[in-house]
């Protein structure tokens, strides 16, 4: 995060920026709760099976780790479209029309 308390990627869209920069004191702490529970979700589905997979070279650790693996890449289309819905309910997104469908997470994207 930002010295403002903004989080800030090179590849987040200006609407998302925006969004962000407008946010009410709930609205971030509604994120930040939002970012624990993704950041929770990379760590058992990605982060420690395969710490675990690489630490004890086990080919059952491997197996399952490749497949949480599998389970978060397939999963990370909806938290997207989770992420979107949130932003686009705050009340600055609301003020303004913006749809969940429309919005643009990154600047890579259209």
Not at 24 to 53: D, I
Not at 66 to 71: A, G, K, P, S, T
Not at 93 to 107: I, M, Q, S, Y
Request: proline share 5%; aromatic share 12%.
């Amino acid at each position: 995060m930002s010295a403002e308390g903004t989080p800030w990627s090179p590849f987040q869209s200006p609407e998302v920026r925006e969004i962000w920069a407008h946010m009410t004191g709930s609205e971030r702490n509604k994120a930040s709760r939002l970012g624990g529970l993704y950041g929770l979700w990379v760590a058992v589905t990605f982060a420690g099976p395969l710490a675990f997979a690489i630490a004890l070279g086990n080919f059952t650790f491997g197996t399952a780790a490749l497949v949480l693996i599998i389970v978060h890449i397939a999963c990370v289309p909806a938290w997207q479209k989770k992420i979107r819905r949130f932003l686009c309910s705050t009340g600055w997104a609301r003020e303004r029309d913006l749809a969940p469908e429309r919005l643009r997470l990154f600047t890579f994207r259209k």
